[in-house]
């Protein structure tokens, strides 16, 4: 089930800058980068990746430690129904 809504608790939900070729939006805390052409399309993409990444951790019966951490970091910020 694909979730919608992302809520930052924290200042930053994530950072973007500008690189040569296009934009990287990267949120920090879950390590998840993605690129666009423009900020807008670049914020989407990592928006959008965080949400599949959090359904994909969320279905796991046993995550390593690395990944428990990433999945606790995409849970502070995203709104789970």
């Avoid at 423009?38 to 949400?51: C, D, G, I, N, Y």
């Avoid at 046993?62 to 995409?74: E, V, Y």
């Amino acid at each position: 089930m694909r979730r919608n809504s992302i809520v930052s608790r924290r200042r930053s939900l994530s950072s973007c800058a500008r690189t040569t070729a296009c934009y990287l939006a990267s949120f920090l805390d879950a390590n998840v980068n993605a690129s666009g052409e423009t900020e807008q399309e670049a914020f989407e993409a990592v928006k959008s990746l965080m949400l599949d990444m959090l359904d994909h951790l969320a279905r796991q019966p046993r995550l390593g430690p690395k990944l428990a951490m990433k999945l606790s970091a995409l849970r502070e910020f995203i709104d789970e129904p």
